[in-house]
């Protein structure tokens, strides 16, 4: 499983002094960007201005799962399988159809446990540094994204893609160090034709086990998400 080779306007190699598991640059405009889309869709919706990503769709979607050739110790990303997942695309702003807005790409996958299991991702670029910042795009069927923030895992941190797949449709999953390749272990596809009633995704309620959001990724979610519950009107609580 190959991941496809694609340009990337955000290039430069990550800036020194980020040993940690967030790239501390990203942090600013993330939250500035968050801010002004809250605004738009405030203005646009007439919801509470926390609310971000309350225009999209929910859809049915495959994840074939080949697994990674050097296992990080999350059994869902080294191991092969087939799950039968949710898959939302929205807007960060609600914007025109046309219009550039931070896309968003969240995965549902039914737990082993009986709870579901979320990862959100936000449009962004591949490279060490365009991975970290958000990247506003058209299509949400063709764009990257990833986690922007790392995860923990037992391999240390992590952060997860879906790049668009050669040929499409779909998703090519990977995962990464804070600078390194992308290593795929998985293929999302999506069923568009057909629409779902909207979940609740929570990264930090339903992390995948083996792979907690970090601390800053926590903060800024946990945040983000209450408010965008408010604004959809659903429970805090919410499974």
Known sequence: MAVPERP?????PAPPGTADAEHPDAAPPLAALGTVMAQVARLRTRRPREAVHTAGLTHPGVVHRGGLQVRVGVPWLDSPGR??????????AGLP???????????????DDGRPWDLLLSSAGLSPLGR???????????SAYTT??????????????AIPARPGPGWVLAVAERRGPWRPFA?????????????VFDPVLHALPGLPPGPRMTAARRV?????RRGRGARLDAA
């Open 187 to 199: 293929r999302l596809e999506v069923d568009t034709g057909r629409v779902l009633p909207d979940p």
């Open 97 to 111: 159809a046309g219009w550039r807005d931070l896309l968003g790409l969240a995965l549902r996958v039914p737990g």
């Open 8 to 12: 990337d306007t955000t290039s430069a």
């Open 132 to 142: 970290h910042l958000p990247a506003p795009r058209r299509d949400p069927l063709t």
């Open 224 to 228: 983000a998400y209450a408010g965008s």
């Open 83 to 92: 799950d039968e997942v949710v898959v939302r695309l929205s807007k960060g």
């Open 148 to 161: 922007f923030f790392a995860h923990r895992s037992p391999a240390g941190p992590l952060m997860v893609a």
